[in-house]
T-cell receptor
Framework: GQNIDQPTEMTATEGAIVQINCTYQ??????LFWYQQHAGEAPTFLSY????GLEEKGRFSSFLSRSKGYSYLLLKELQMKDSASYLC????????????FGQGTTLQVKP | DAGITQSPRHKVTETGTPVTLRCHQT?????MYWYRQDPGHGLRLIHY???????DKGEVSDGYSVSRSKTEDFLLTLESATSSQTSVYFC???????????FGQGTRLTVV
């Protein structure tokens, strides 16, 4: 089967660092994406990992370990506007670009 | 912002009626997808297209059909709407299979 797990909810303080974990078990792997989704809005792209290691993009970084089926999204210097859902998604076997999503992690940033 | 629009944005329909949702893109991307988003389930793929008249099923395709007669339009039809199809529907496009997908603003469908 195909399964992607993320924590349902997290809370963090403005200015702090938070790490959102994602574990996956899929039939095939062609890359892992992170998306951000504010309430009532469309998901927007944050990062893409296909090789092991850390990808850094401003305040956001994403890490991948293919052997462990594990990824995390690291958000630094948290701002109130970072309160949103963060979606982990994997492209599985086949060259179709189909995304398999986890349920998403709702992050609340408090002052 | 990627040129992708969904219509309608909101719709209320009665059980048993057919409903068609439209996704229109101006990016000339080859791949188009329909997802539904429900609390506790995240985003789930309904159908996708990898070219004009080339479509395939996703994980929750029962009760849905799609058509893509030209590159820019991808239609999702609920053949006979049921209350279980009340959801938010998102269309997405991507240029290649290993590039980011751009999502439309979503269609909130309520079946009463």
């Amino acid at each position: 089967g195909q399964n992607i797990d993320q924590p349902t909810e997290m809370t963090a303080t403005e200015g702090a660092i938070v790490q959102i974990n994602c574990t996956y078990q899929t039939s095939g792997f062609n890359g892992l994406f992170w998306y951000q989704q504010h309430a009532g809005e469309a998901p927007t792209f944050l990062s893409y990992n296909v090789l092991d290691g850390l990808e850094e993009k401003g305040r956001f970084s994403s890490f991948l370990s293919r052997s462990k089926g594990y990824s995390y999204l690291l958000l630094k210097e948290l701002q109130m506007k970072d309160s949103a859902s963060y979606l982990c998604a994997v492209t599985g076997s086949g060259n179709t670009g189909k995304l398999i999503f986890g349920q998403g992690t709702t992050l609340q940033v408090k002052p | 912002d990627a040129g992708i629009t969904q219509s309608p944005r909101h719709k209320v329909t009665e059980t048993g009626t057919p409903v068609t949702l439209r996704c229109h893109q101006t990016e000339n991307h080859r791949y188009m997808y329909w997802y539904r988003q429900d609390p506790g389930h995240g985003l789930r793929l309904i159908h996708y297209s990898y070219g004009v008249k080339d479509t395939d099923k996703g994980e929750v395709s029962d009760g849905y059909s799609v058509s893509r007669s030209k590159t820019e339009d991808f239609l999702l039809t609920l053949e006979s709407a049921t209350s279980s199809q009340t959801s938010v529907y998102f269309c997405a496009i991507s240029e290649q299979t290993n590039t980011e997908a751009f999502f439309g603003q979503g269609t909130r469908l309520t079946v009463v």
